[in-house]
């Protein structure tokens, strides 16, 4: 069901970002990439190279990875419930606190996968926008997608393809953390260029990792040595899903004009998270500490 029938698709301010569609030098994002940018590329391309593989392997298992849902056992309807949940659980809190966004107007979900939170915005918002990576994720998010207010873009740019304000509430859960700081501090930046000013962001990191047990400093080994990563990219390989933390001070250096308006302990590292989002009293002491941040542009 469309809730915003009259809004298109054409009404979603999207820039060109297709660096291989014609000459890239008049592509607008393209244009506003600094050398320090550049020198992001080859991350990113190794990103999309990973996460295009778990695409095609089982995209739902590598985006919500329950050990019991392996091997295709994510069915499809449960999977895009739990968007339709998280986005609620989300949206509630946010009424809650006082800053429940405009949604006579565009939304953004940055690290959209298949679309799981992404379908769930179409429902509530005028217009919305994924963005991904990877191509395998996005070719499957726009099989799957049922509303004619949503569209699906690829982008490997550091420079996200649209004008200056062009949101008012953009999301983006379980993606942060799997780059490195100098790649989620700049997609901060751009998520403030993005929002229109008085618009939500509301985005999940891992925050840091108390090694308070043995298995968390078995995790924590592996997470920071990557030694199969390392060596399945020296013999040319894709490399495998990465783990980072971003701290809040670097958040909040990142958001500039931005103000952080309300921060949630979430339970969204747990190794078997299952889309099942809540918010939890306390840090863990096991693990990641994920954190789920509100920040509201400044008019
Ligand atoms: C764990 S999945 C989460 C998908 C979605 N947010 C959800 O919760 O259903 C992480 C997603 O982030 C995407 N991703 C990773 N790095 C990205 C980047 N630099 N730009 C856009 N998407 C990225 C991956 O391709 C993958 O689809």
């Known amino acids: 069901m469309l809730l915003h029938p009259t809004l298109n698709t054409t009404d979603i301010p999207v820039t060109n970002n297709r660096h291989s569609d014609g000459n890239p030098s008049q592509c607008v994002a393209y244009k506003r990439l600094t050398t320090l940018h550049r020198g992001c590329m080859t991350h990113l391309n190794r990103l999309r190279d990973v996460w295009d593989g778990l695409a ?156 308070r047990d043995i298995p968390s400093l078995i995790t924590w080994l592996r997470q920071t040595v990557r030694l199969r990563t390392r060596i399945k990219e020296a013999l040319g390989g894709p490399g495998e899903m990465q783990m980072h933390c971003l701290s809040e001070s670097a958040i909040r250096r990142a958001l500039g004009r931005a103000k952080i308006v309300d921060i949630q302990f979430v339970n969204t590292a747990a190794k078997d998270f299952n889309g099942n989002l809540s918010y939890l009293p306390q840090a863990p002491t096991s693990g990641y500490v994920s954190k789920q941040y509100c920040a509201v542009k400044q008019s």
């Open 56 to 211: 095609e392997q089982d995209a739902l298992h590598a985006i919500l990875t329950d050990p019991t849902k392996k091997q295709g056992k994510w069915g499809i309807a449960n999977f895009m419930a739990t968007g339709v949940a998280e986005v609620s659980i989300v949206m509630n809190h946010l009424a809650q606190i006082g800053h429940y966004p405009q949604t006579e107007s565009t939304a953004l979900d940055f690290g959209c996968g298949v679309g799981r939170l992404t379908q769930a915005l179409a429902q509530r918002f005028s217009s919305c926008v994924g963005i991904d990576v990877s191509q395998h994720m996005i070719q499957e998010a726009n099989a799957l997608n049922r509303y004619e207010n949503c569209r699906y873009i690829t982008s490997s740019s550091p420079v996200l393809p649209f004008d200056d304000a062009s949101f008012t509430f953009i999301y983006s859960n379980i993606v942060l953390q799997h780059m490195p700081q100098r790649l989620s501090v700049g997609y901060l930046k751009e998520f403030v260029r993005v929002l229109a000013p008085g618009g939500i962001l509301v985005f999940g990191v891992q925050d840091s990792f108390p090694i």
